[in-house]
């Protein structure tokens, strides 16, 4: 009986965050530029969700959408994630050749390299190395210990964001949304991803987790945010591996250039590493919408990933 009171206040207060997040959305406009970044430890935010505190948050969503805060939110990954992710891509570039595959029912999952003529098929201007992974093909260890690492910090980010934990998480792409994991290397010597911001379709809160450090895996560039049409603030210095940045994905975000005066390889392991967690529309849905670019970079009647 407790087991099922527990349930039913939970999904209670799923419901009333996400009406609390439609009020808000309804009164006020989206956020673009950011105000505050603040630091927030994961365990906080997993324990105010463990423990229903409706008050804290509702406060944190407050934040995020009127007061144009974000987060970074601290040692979000246990401490063997990195050493997976690598490991995980090493064995793809091994194995795999470098493909694409839209988002149908059956997708495998997949890597390639986006330079800048790859780029401009996509909806935003990225010079990253990527692998895409989807539940339905997570089969090995290292596959399974990265879906574990991700999901450990994804669903408290869901049930902020309105949503149920585990909401998406078996979907099909014939279902309409799917969770895609990306393990993604921005490159030293061009590694980038320009100003642009991201659906809230499916996930008002946007979320990923740092897996490098700035001033030891390289040392220029590195994650901002927009503060007005000509400001930028960088907040790697700020970042540790292992955390993420959480906020409402209408603010105007990138990756500035990695190490710009490298020489860019696709072989070694050198520059930034990520993990991003996102719900995509998958291609059975028309019109899907995606992310934006804000830099005039793609030309979207051309856009086909």
């Given at each position: 009986k407790n087991s099922r009171k527990y349930s039913q206040i939970k999904m209670f207060l799923e419901k009333k965050l996400d009406s609390y997040w439609k009020?808000?959305?309804?009164?006020?406009n989206a956020p673009k530029y950011v105000g505050k970044v603040k630091d927030l430890k994961f365990s906080q935010l997993k324990k105010a969700v463990d423990?229903?505190?409706?008050?804290?948050?509702?406060?944190?969503?407050?934040?995020m959408y009127v007061n144009r805060q974000a987060f970074i939110l601290k040692n979000c990954a246990k401490k063997n994630l990195k050493k997976i992710m690598i490991d995980l891509a090493h064995h793809y570039k091994k194995n795999r050749k470098p493909k694409f595959y839209k988002m149908y029912d059956g997708v495998p999952n997949f890597h390639r390299a986006i330079d800048k003529k790859i780029t401009k098929?996509?909806?935003?201007?990225?010079i990253k190395h990527s692998f895409y992974f989807y539940n339905w093909n997570i089969k090995t260890k290292l596959e399974k210990a990265l879906k574990d690492g991700a999901y450990w910090h994804w669903r408290y980010i869901k049930f902020l964001a309105g949503n149920k934990k585990k909401k998406y998480e078996f979907n099909i792409p014939s279902d309409g949304q799917i969770d895609r994991l990306q393990i993604v290397?921005?490159?030293?010597?061009?590694?980038?991803?320009?100003?642009h911001v991201d659906s809230r379709k499916n996930q008002r809160?946007?979320?990923?987790?740092v897996m490098s450090k700035k001033g030891v895996d390289y040392k220029e560039g590195g994650f901002y945010f927009n503060k007005s049409k000509t400001k930028k603030i960088?907040?790697?210095?700020r970042i540790d591996e292992g955390d993420a940045v959480i906020f409402y994905g209408s603010l105007v975000h990138g990756v500035?250039?990695?190490?710009?005066?490298?020489?860019?390889?696709?072989?070694?392991?050198?520059?930034?590493w990520f993990l991003g967690m996102f719900v995509n529309d998958s291609d059975h849905v028309k019109n899907r919408i995606t992310s934006e670019d804000l830099t005039g970079s793609i030309k979207r009647k051309f856009n086909k990933h």
């Open positions: 009020l808000l959305e309804s009164k006020y423990s229903k505190n409706e008050k804290f948050l509702k406060n944190l969503i407050k934040k098929k996509y909806s935003l201007y990225a290397r921005y490159p030293s010597g061009g590694g980038q991803l320009r100003d809160v946007v979320s990923g987790i960088n907040l790697e210095n500035e250039t990695i190490d710009p005066g490298k020489k860019l390889s696709w072989k070694n392991d050198n520059g930034r």
